[in-house]
């Protein structure tokens, strides 16, 4: 079965670290996601991509960045960890950019 | 801006009553999705709304998109502890920029 998988389900990085999170879809989907989701603030898009080397900023992409060199991954990097980027991670994809999204299960990144 | 406003944040209901989230937008939607989140988990896709005016439902859920393509609800009839999560609404704009509400906490007392 296809499938949106994220890795790792949890991570505690430093501040000043650089981290990678990734995002694998079997779903051949052209549109990948990245969101944060906080307590008060739902869902806020960081990245998105449309297809390969195609990426795009969201809402709140200071801080982060992605690449998108095949149809099945987009990783999500941030350059130098901050205390305010302890969140949970979400990566989505969608076969059209009007419809529903797939969710992975998330990372939970802590910087400490 | 576009935006998508979801009330209310939280409903504590007993189980067997029914709920309501509600979601509007000050501008025209191309289409709306609703979302649910059990707690410690992701979003899950429920359902689109696209045609004004447009109800469907899904067992004892009820979505509804209104006339002008601004506003929609889900209810949900005679909740059960499996209704508990986070119930969520993306509002799409010209076909391709989604804006998610911040939410609405179901909890369900047994």
């Known amino acids: 079965d296809a499938e949106i998988t994220q890795s790792p389900r949890h991570k505690i990085t430093e501040t000043g670290r650089q981290v990678t999170l990734a995002c694998h879809q079997t779903?051949?989907?052209?549109?990948m996601f990245w969101y944060r989701q906080d307590l008060g603030h739902g869902l806020r898009l960081i990245h998105y991509s449309y297809g390969v080397q195609d990426t795009n900023k969201g809402e709140v992409s200071d801080g982060y960045s992605v690449s998108r060199s095949n149809t099945e991954d987009l990783p999500l990097t941030l350059e130098s960890a901050a205390s305010s980027q302890t969140s949970v991670y979400f990566c989505?994809?969608?076969?059209?950019?009007?419809?529903?999204?797939?969710f992975g299960s998330g990372t939970r990144l802590t910087v400490v | 801006g576009q935006q998508v406003m979801q009330i209310p944040q939280y409903q504590h209901v007993q189980e067997g009553e029914d709920f309501t989230t509600y979601c509007n937008s000050s501008?025209?939607?191309?289409?709306i999705q609703w979302y649910k989140q059990r707690p410690g988990g992701h979003p899950v896709f429920l359902i689109q709304l696209v045609k004004s005016g447009e109800v469907k439902k899904q067992k004892r859920l009820t979505f509804q998109f209104g006339e002008a393509k601004k506003n929609s609800s889900l209810h949900i009839t005679a909740t059960q502890t499996t209704d508990v999560g986070t119930y969520f609404c993306?509002?799409?704009?010209?076909?391709?920029?989604?804006?998610f509400g911040s939410g609405t906490k179901l909890n369900v007392k047994p």
């Open positions: 779903w051949n989907h052209n549109n």
């Open positions: 501008t025209t939607l191309s289409n």
């Open positions: 993306a509002g799409v704009y010209n076909f391709n920029k989604f804006y």
């Open positions: 989505a994809s969608s076969d059209r950019r009007d419809y529903g999204y797939t």
